[in-house]
């Protein structure tokens, strides 16, 4: 699958074409425990449409699903930030807060070191995830987690985790710069792009690069929201200098909303295509790639496509379609507190209408009785 090459302009989004070879029942998406972070975000949409922020998105999605409390873990090189997402978070939560301190020096002073990093990975280490597990949140936020931390997250956490902001030292932790950057974007795509020796600040790009080159890894699956074609397209070009790639759209399969019982962004549509992270971690697997790499996947999507991708997983850059994808700029210009009230009973309303995956066979059922 090489979905960032689509000659079929994304058919599967606006006519349900499946390019997989025959649609994929998924039950997993009748599942609860699936189901809720697969739909979420689609509600929101409704109500909203691309309007709201990633972290006005993480507010929204924790509260429908009704926690009282989230864990946070960040980076010891983004105190400030780490700090600042807590304040966001705390008018609505309790949140629990971890800090990643493995690359913290004896005297205190935080220092980029790639060696130490891979190996903690190497080792497995979940010294920071089981800390976080400890303090028992039904749910995660990382921020500003270096690639391998980022990793062991997604394997060893014991709740559902989503990435709001990915490390990047050169771009100001705005991975998506190496793309919309036509110096950086030239540069990479010549093959340019590598750290130089002993070049220990590196965008995300080049953190990712040399980890999986350091770790052996031959193939790199890409799951992306069909939103970020062009950019996936031009990230597949780049690491397919180095690795074998393969890419999986969100919309893969041409799933009608309907059919999981979703409304339609554009109710007049006559077809709009379901996400299927389900879909996508699946695929990924079942072609063998030793690397996924999470590009704009919605919020809840995210954390679906993970808990269905076997090899390691990590985020190159999380979706906000409002700030151009740079998600800390909610916490830098307090973007957080504009026009959105968490209290609107509309997105609530819609979680409780469309809650049912089938609700004529809910309603069958309750006639029979």
Same mark, same amino acid.
């Given at each position: 699958?090489?979905?960032?090459?689509?000659?079929?302009?994304?058919?599967?989004?606006?006519?349900?074409?499946?390019?997989?070879?025959? /649609?994929?029942?998924?039950?997993?998406?009748?599942?609860?425990?699936?189901?809720?972070?697969?739909?979420?975000?689609?509600?929101?949409?409704?109500?909203?449409?691309?309007?709201?922020?990633?972290?006005?998105?993480?507010?929204?999605?924790?509260?429908?699903?009704?926690?009282?409390?989230?864990?946070?873990?960040?980076?010891?090189?983004?105190?400030?930030?780490?700090?600042?997402?807590?304040?966001?978070?705390?008018?609505?939560?309790?949140?629990?807060?971890?800090?990643?301190?493995?690359?913290?020096?004896?005297?205190?002073?935080?220092?980029?070191?790639?060696?130490?990093?891979?190996?903690?990975?190497?080792?497995?280490?979940?010294?920071?995830?089981?800390?976080?597990?400890?303090?028992?949140? @039904?749910?995660?936020?990382?921020?500003?987690?270096?690639?391998?931390?980022?990793?062991?997250?997604?394997?060893?956490?014991?709740?559902?985790?989503?990435?709001?902001?990915?490390?990047?030292?050169?771009?100001?932790?705005?991975?998506?710069?190496?793309?919309? /950057? !036509?110096?950086?974007?030239?540069?990479?795509?010549?093959?340019?792009?590598? @750290?130089?020796?002993?070049?220990?600040?590196?965008?995300?790009?080049?953190?990712?690069?040399?980890?999986?080159?350091?770790?052996?890894?031959?193939?790199?699956?890409?799951?992306?929201?069909?939103?970020?074609?062009?950019?996936?397209?031009?990230?597949?070009?780049?690491?397919?200098?180095?690795?074998?790639?393969?890419?999986?759209?969100?919309?893969? !399969?041409?799933?009608?909303?309907?059919?999981?019982?979703? @409304?339609?962004?554009?109710?007049?549509?006559?077809?709009?295509?379901?996400?299927?992270?389900?879909?996508?971690?699946?695929?990924?697997?079942?072609?063998?790639?030793?690397?996924?790499?999470?590009?704009?996947?919605?919020?809840?999507?995210?954390?679906?496509?993970?808990?269905? !991708?076997? @090899?390691?997983?990590? /985020?190159?850059?999380?979706?906000?379609?409002?700030?151009?994808?740079?998600?800390?700029?909610?916490?830098?210009?307090?973007?957080?507190?504009?026009?959105?009230?968490?209290?609107?009973?509309?997105?609530?309303?819609?979680?409780?209408?469309?809650?049912?995956?089938?609700?004529?066979?809910?309603?069958?059922?309750?006639? !029979?009785?």
């Amino acid at each position: 699958m090489r979905c960032a090459y689509c000659e079929l302009k994304m058919e599967c989004s606006s006519k349900g074409r499946d390019c997989w070879g025959g /649609t994929l029942e998924l039950p997993e998406y009748r599942d609860p425990g699936v189901r809720s972070y697969t739909t979420y975000s689609a509600f929101l949409q409704h109500v909203y449409g691309n309007n709201l922020t990633r972290l006005q998105e993480v507010i929204f999605v924790c509260r429908m699903m009704g926690f009282k409390e989230v864990g946070l873990a960040y980076c010891a090189g983004l105190e400030r930030e780490g700090q600042l997402m807590a304040e966001a978070l705390a008018p609505h939560f309790e949140v629990r807060s971890v800090r990643c301190d493995r690359c913290v020096a004896p005297d205190g002073r935080f220092v980029i070191d790639p060696d130490r990093r891979f190996e903690l990975y190497r080792q497995d280490d979940k010294t920071v995830v089981e800390a976080l597990n400890a303090l028992g949140a @039904p749910f995660h936020i990382t921020l500003g987690l270096c690639i391998e931390q980022d990793i062991l997250f997604n394997k060893h956490s014991k709740v559902p985790v989503s990435n709001f902001a990915a490390q990047d030292w050169v771009l100001g932790h705005f991975p998506l710069g190496v793309i919309y /950057t !036509s110096y950086q974007r030239k540069k990479y795509l010549q093959g340019k792009g590598l @750290p130089k020796p002993g070049q220990v600040r590196r965008t995300r790009l080049q953190d990712l690069i040399v980890f999986a080159q350091r770790a052996g890894f031959k193939a790199i699956g890409l799951g992306f929201c069909n939103g970020l074609f062009e950019e996936v397209r031009i990230l597949s070009d780049i690491l397919s200098q180095y690795f074998v790639v393969y890419s999986v759209c969100c919309k893969t !399969s041409g799933i009608d909303k309907k059919t999981q019982n979703t @409304p339609y962004m554009n109710p007049n549509a006559a077809f709009e295509s379901a996400c299927n992270p389900v879909g996508q971690g699946k695929i990924l697997s079942r072609l063998g790639v030793d690397l996924v790499v999470q590009l704009g996947i919605c919020l809840g999507h995210d954390v679906t496509f993970a808990r269905f !991708s076997l @090899p390691p997983t990590t /985020t190159f850059a999380p979706k906000d379609r409002v700030l151009c994808h740079n998600t800390l700029a909610a916490l830098y210009s307090d973007a957080h507190v504009l026009d959105v009230d968490y209290n609107d009973p509309r997105p609530y309303e819609v979680a409780r209408k469309y809650a049912d995956p089938n609700p004529r066979d809910a309603g069958a059922e309750k006639t !029979s009785a």
